[in-house]
Protein backbone atom coordinates (compact mmCIF):
# COMPACT_ATOMS: atom_id res chain seq x y z
CA UNK A 1 0.00 0.00 0.00
CA UNK A 2 1.61 3.17 -1.06
CA UNK A 3 0.95 6.33 1.54
CA UNK A 4 2.05 9.69 1.17
CA UNK A 5 2.32 12.05 4.17
CA UNK A 6 2.72 16.08 3.88
CA UNK A 7 3.63 18.45 6.33
CA UNK A 8 5.27 22.24 6.88
CA UNK A 9 2.63 24.14 4.82
CA UNK A 10 1.03 26.69 6.96
CA UNK A 11 1.31 30.90 6.92
CA UNK A 12 4.15 33.01 5.45
CA UNK A 13 4.48 36.46 5.18
CA UNK A 14 5.58 37.76 1.56
CA UNK A 15 9.41 37.61 1.12
CA UNK A 16 9.12 34.55 3.87
CA UNK A 17 10.62 30.86 3.62
CA UNK A 18 8.87 27.56 3.90
CA UNK A 19 9.65 23.88 3.77
CA UNK A 20 7.64 21.07 2.72
CA UNK A 21 8.02 17.26 3.18
CA UNK A 22 6.91 14.55 1.73
CA UNK A 23 7.37 11.05 3.33
CA UNK A 24 6.53 8.00 0.99
CA UNK A 25 6.01 4.31 1.83
CA UNK A 26 5.16 0.79 0.02
CA UNK A 27 6.59 -0.03 -3.63
CA UNK A 28 9.23 2.66 -3.10
CA UNK A 29 11.35 1.09 -5.67
CA UNK A 30 8.59 1.15 -8.18
CA UNK A 31 9.26 5.19 -7.84
CA UNK A 32 9.95 7.41 -11.33
CA UNK A 33 8.89 10.84 -9.80
CA UNK A 34 7.93 12.75 -7.18
CA UNK A 35 6.68 16.09 -6.69
CA UNK A 36 4.57 19.09 -5.92
CA UNK A 37 1.60 20.31 -7.88
CA UNK A 38 -0.27 23.10 -6.28
CA UNK A 39 -3.80 24.49 -6.46
CA UNK A 40 -5.02 28.07 -6.05
CA UNK A 41 -8.62 28.70 -5.51
CA UNK A 42 -10.39 29.02 -9.02
CA UNK A 43 -7.65 28.00 -10.74
CA UNK A 44 -6.37 24.53 -12.19
CA UNK A 45 -3.71 22.39 -10.51
CA UNK A 46 -0.44 22.98 -11.68
CA UNK A 47 3.05 21.79 -11.53
CA UNK A 48 5.55 23.31 -8.86
CA UNK A 49 8.58 21.50 -8.95
CA UNK A 50 8.97 17.12 -9.84
CA UNK A 51 12.54 15.24 -9.09
CA UNK A 52 13.11 12.38 -10.77
CA UNK A 53 15.36 9.04 -9.22
CA UNK A 54 17.63 9.97 -11.55
CA UNK A 55 17.85 13.27 -9.87
CA UNK A 56 16.61 15.06 -12.73
CA UNK A 57 14.56 18.20 -11.96
CA UNK A 58 11.96 20.34 -13.63
CA UNK A 59 10.31 23.80 -11.63
CA UNK A 60 6.92 25.57 -12.99
CA UNK A 61 8.67 29.43 -14.52
CA UNK A 62 7.15 30.67 -11.89
CA UNK A 63 9.14 29.34 -9.19
CA UNK A 64 12.43 29.07 -10.81
CA UNK A 65 15.30 30.40 -8.78
CA UNK A 66 13.01 30.92 -5.90
CA UNK A 67 12.04 27.53 -4.71
CA UNK A 68 14.64 24.46 -4.56
CA UNK A 69 13.51 20.46 -4.95
CA UNK A 70 15.57 18.51 -3.35
CA UNK A 71 15.02 14.51 -1.57
CA UNK A 72 16.53 11.94 0.84
CA UNK A 73 16.46 8.77 -0.42
CA UNK A 74 17.39 7.20 3.09
CA UNK A 75 14.13 8.52 4.54
CA UNK A 76 12.04 8.00 1.06
CA UNK A 77 11.08 12.31 1.73
CA UNK A 78 10.70 14.87 -0.55
CA UNK A 79 11.61 18.21 0.25
CA UNK A 80 10.54 21.74 -1.29
CA UNK A 81 12.26 25.01 0.13
CA UNK A 82 10.06 27.76 -0.75
CA UNK A 83 11.55 30.99 -0.80
CA UNK A 84 10.96 34.66 -1.72
CA UNK A 85 7.76 34.04 -1.03
CA UNK A 86 4.48 35.73 -3.17
CA UNK A 87 1.26 36.48 -2.51
CA UNK A 88 0.20 34.26 -5.71
CA UNK A 89 1.96 31.20 -4.05
CA UNK A 90 -1.30 30.72 -1.95
CA UNK A 91 -2.48 27.10 -2.67
CA UNK A 92 -3.25 24.13 -1.13
CA UNK A 93 -0.21 22.06 -2.26
CA UNK A 94 0.09 18.42 -3.51
CA UNK A 95 2.88 16.05 -2.76
CA UNK A 96 2.97 13.29 -5.77
CA UNK A 97 4.38 10.29 -6.56
CA UNK A 98 4.69 8.37 -10.45
CA UNK A 99 5.00 4.58 -10.72
CA UNK A 100 5.51 2.61 -13.84
CA UNK A 101 2.00 2.23 -13.85
CA UNK A 102 -0.21 4.91 -11.92
CA UNK A 103 0.35 7.91 -10.08
CA UNK A 104 -0.36 8.80 -6.39
CA UNK A 105 -1.55 11.80 -4.05
CA UNK A 106 -1.05 13.25 -0.81
CA UNK A 107 -4.13 15.08 1.10
CA UNK A 108 -2.61 18.47 0.20
CA UNK A 109 -1.59 21.19 2.53
CA UNK A 110 -2.51 24.65 2.85
CA UNK A 111 -0.14 27.42 1.98
CA UNK A 112 -0.65 30.90 2.29
CA UNK A 113 1.21 33.90 1.90
CA UNK A 114 0.22 37.48 3.53
CA UNK A 115 1.11 40.24 1.64
Known amino acids: QVHLVESGGGLAQAGGSLRLSCTTSGNIFSINAMGWYRQAPGKQRELVAQITTGGSTNYADSVKGRFTISRDNAKNTVYLQMSSLKPEDTAVYYC?????????WGQGTQVTVSS
Open 96 to 104: FRTDELRAY
